[in-house]
């Protein structure tokens, strides 16, 4: 209860203040100086909150509900709506605010990724397009066995990134199921791993290659872990959503014949999510496939990196052709993948 | 006279959302009883069966197995205690994609070390036996079938097997045959009477049908709201009990 009044005052309060500071921004045309003092704007975004605040907790309190807020209407109980008259939508407050967001927000993006229709039908520009476009389309097969040969260890790199990323997410994946971390000392290490994955999770695989493209030096053992990395922490968080949801029947009957923690989750537990567990690892080295292009582009080896030299060039037609490759292997991979996943179900 | 197998003594549950599931409950168990537990869902009939085998922490009170009090042991005492108290279910609750020999084979994974259990290394002793009490519920010759292909009867049959490869010495069984057709609810029950009979297992067993309550037990204790309301033999039970115990105008269901 107190909860919905806490996410309704936020809600309200926040697009009050974002519409608060675009006013500002628009009317009050502040210098390059101003617009980059944090500190300063920070402070004023949070007194227009609280202001936000101030006029949701007013709005809300009123007997009329055609005056009640976005946020109300969002995060009411049901209960509260259905003791609600039915009003048509142009009537209500909540309807209006809900557009003008939208259309102050459209307008603000518009501005922000300077979009121009006189870019985009340029003639120079066009052209331009047009040539790339001409190259990519007459690809340079000249250096296909090359091309062939990255891209084997692209799908390597995404193989040898998954397999040992299995046993560290299969083993994790226990200890971050709630229903098995019970008790003081169980459910902070619970607690602890969730985070410490949430965040290695949060931190793209583009950055990991990075950051090991400075450790172990530019090449696919940095592509490698970096997307052994990201797929523990994705894989440990699918397994573990997995031996949440398994039933607890299985749990029972074995523990009621003295079985030790390690049994009970080998012959109740993993019985029951093997098969999910084999669909998401399949599906995970499809996605490092894909991942593994993009690594390549910032020095994690194999295709991507041998695009980007290509690119750096603008030899276009060099370019179609490793796009070319890429493109059938990932189609290959997500059919085989989709198939493998289906056969499994 | 001997000393009970088990005895409660003043057994409280109170679970954390405050629900008292069991309010001071004291009985004895004399070995080779038949004792039956009746009463409405949550009367706290699964309650006090889970508690017996620790698969729940009671809040207060005395369980005596076998003269010792078990009700605060922890850890490797409730492993020890658990290989020699054998439990069946309402569901079963076999796994469903081994086999129903690897599944009877579970009842030894407390008297081996973890590490051979995981690699499936059970001794032939241990497989003849699994195949012994396989024969003694009648289904051997589904031995190698998965366990999630038998009907609802033949899997808790499998379940009493896999109760009995413990070696236990009381076996609990919670609302056995609750989701079972009436025709194989006789069978599965027949089999806990000649488990009880023939390998002098007590058994303490919860149960809806008062109907089976006379055929089978030896004697009845009724819980109402977490509290021993009857106890004595399943002949004394009379229509005003009965609506004691169920409430004003439940009727008696006969199952045969």
Redesign the interface.
């Known amino acids: 209860m107190k909860n919905y009044i806490f996410r309704r005052t936020f809600f309200d309060s926040f697009v009050f203040a974002y519409l608060a500071m675009i006013l500002l921004v628009v009317a009050g045309r502040p210098t390059p100086e101003q617009m980059l003092n944090l500190g300063q704007n920070f402070l004023i975004f949070v007194i227009a909150m609280v202001i936000g605040a101030a006029l949701s907790a007013g709005l809300n309190n009123s007997k009329n509900p055609a005056i009640h807020t976005l946020g109300e209407a969002l995060f009411e109980p049901a209960y509260k709506k259905a003791a609600k008259a039915e009003l048509p939508w142009y009537k209500t407050f909540s309807a209006w605010q809900l557009i003008t967001f939208l259309v102050v927000t459209f307008v603000v993006g518009l501005n922000i990724t300077k979009f121009s229709l006189t870019e985009l039908l340029d003639e120079d520009g066009f052209a331009g397009a047009v040539r790339l476009f001409h190259g990519l389309f007459s690809p340079n097969f000249e250096i296909l066995p090359k091309a062939v040969l990255n891209i084997i260890e692209t799908i390597f790199m995404a193989f040898m990134a998954t397999t040992l990323a299995i046993p560290v997410a299969f083993v994790l994946s226990f200890f971050c199921a709630k229903n098995i971390m019970k008790g003081p000392v169980a459910s902070t290490v619970y607690m602890l791993l969730r985070t410490l994955l949430n965040f290695t999770r949060a931190i793209e695989a583009l950055i990991w290659a990075i950051i090991f493209s400075v450790w172990v030096g530019i090449g696919p053992f940095s592509g490698m872990l970096a997307l052994m990395i990201h797929s523990i922490a994705s894989l440990a968080k699918q397994y573990s959503e997995m031996v949440e949801t398994v039933s607890e ?2 749990i ?9 923690k ?2 009970t989750v ?3 537990i993993v ?2 999510v093997i098969l999910p567990y084999i669909s998401f690892t399949v599906y995970r080295w499809d996605i490092n496939v894909r991942m593994a292009t993009i690594i390549g582009l910032v020095g994690g080896g194999g295709i991507g990196t041998m695009l980007i030299q290509y690119q750096g060039q603008a030899m276009w037609p060099e370019v179609g052709c490793i796009i070319l490759v890429i493109a059938i292997v990932v189609w290959g991979m997500d059919q085989a993948s989709a198939v493998i996943r289906d056969a499994l179900k | 006279m001997s000393q009970p197998i088990l005895s409660l003594r003043n057994l409280v549950k109170t679970y954390p959302n405050g629900v008292q599931a069991l309010k001071g409950v004291s009985f004895d168990v004399k070995k080779g009883e038949f004792l039956v537990i009746i009463g409405l869902s949550g009367s706290g009939k699964s309650t006090l069966l889970r508690c017996v085998n620790r698969l729940h922490d009671p809040t207060s009170g005395e369980i005596l197995f076998e003269g010792k009090d078990i009700a605060k042991v922890q850890g490797e005492e409730v492993r020890s205690l658990r290989k020699h108290i054998g439990m069946i279910f309402q569901h079963f609750n076999l796994i469903p994609r081994h086999s129903v020999l690897s599944n009877v084979l579970m009842g030894r994974l407390g008297f081996m070390s973890s590490l051979k259990s995981i690699f499936g290394l059970f001794s032939d002793e241990d497989k003849a036996k699994a195949l012994e009490y396989l024969r003694l519920v009648g289904i051997a010759e589904k031995a190698k079938i998965r366990a999630d292909q038998l009907s609802g009867g033949q899997q808790q049959r499998v379940a009493i097997a896999r109760a009995l490869t413990q070696g236990p010495s009381i076996l609990l069984a919670d609302e056995p045959v609750a989701s079972l057709d009436p025709a194989t609810c006789h069978t599965v029950m027949d089999y806990l009477k000649k488990v009880n009979q023939e390998l002098g297992i007590t058994v303490i067993c919860n149960l809806h049908f008062l109907s089976l309550v006379r055929q089978y037990a030896t004697r009845v204790i009724a819980l109402k709201g977490g509290e021993i309301v009857y106890e004595g033999s399943p002949n004394d039970i009379t229509e005003a009990w009965f609506e004691k115990i169920y409430g004003q105008g439940a009727k008696e269901v006969h199952i045969n």
């Open positions: 029947g299985p029972e009957g074995i523990q009621s014949t003295g079985a030790t390690l049994q080998w012959f109740a019985p029951q």
